[in-house]
């Protein structure tokens, strides 16, 4: 399967803006195995943050070489930043969103279930950011992205690598660790609708779901073949 799909989003003056994001795995809601959660990760001071909050509908495009099939998913955007962080008031789950029942019953993946039988985005957070490489955990600890640089030798002041959490062994990485998390945020797509084209077979293939939300467990994917 690709690692990567383009995210699109439209900003407060009606602009889209597209961008590649690597995946960064998929969630479910205790015993929802049709309620997929998309999760990949961002810098919360990335323009994109910003576009979601203001308009939280955004569209996928996802290709998968292999089988020739294309995927768009249209969905809202989440983004769960760190705790302390103004943006963390700034979002609630609708009502019956997948996000709402993960929230609440947590995922099949019992690692992340809180005492009360929620989820724990704080830990998974901090998990998924522990597992990025070295290189990319130093990725959050440069200064705001899309700030304007005289010259790219400033890059090289930058810090380059970053240990994981638990083995950072002097105060500098620690302090600069903190930094990064703090700017490291993880973003969720709750699908609404999936439009898949299947160009591996022949004649090629296109079907569209649409997702019926419900406050229970009754939600419902409608299915439909159109013509590519
Ligand atoms: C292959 C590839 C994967 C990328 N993955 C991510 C990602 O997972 N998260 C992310 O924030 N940016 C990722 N980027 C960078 C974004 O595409 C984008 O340049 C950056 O996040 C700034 O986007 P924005 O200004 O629209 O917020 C990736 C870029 C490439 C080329």
Redesign the pocket.
Known sequence: MS??Y?IA?IDSNNIP????????GILYPKGSPSLPILL????IR??????MLSNSRVELAWWMEGSQEQFRVNGRAYIIPPPSHPFHTMQSFPPGSSLEKLTQRGADDSDYTTSEGGYDWEKKRREVFNAMSPGMKASWATPP??TVLKSYDEANSWPSTLPRLEEADNDEDRKTLEYALGNFAL?LIDPLEVDWVQLGIKPNRRTKFTRNESLGDGDEWTEEITIP
């Open positions: 690692k990567v383009q989003t803006h597209v961008r590649s994001h690597v995946s960064r990949t990760s961002t810098d990335t323009a994109k943050v910003t576009q992205p899309g973003v």
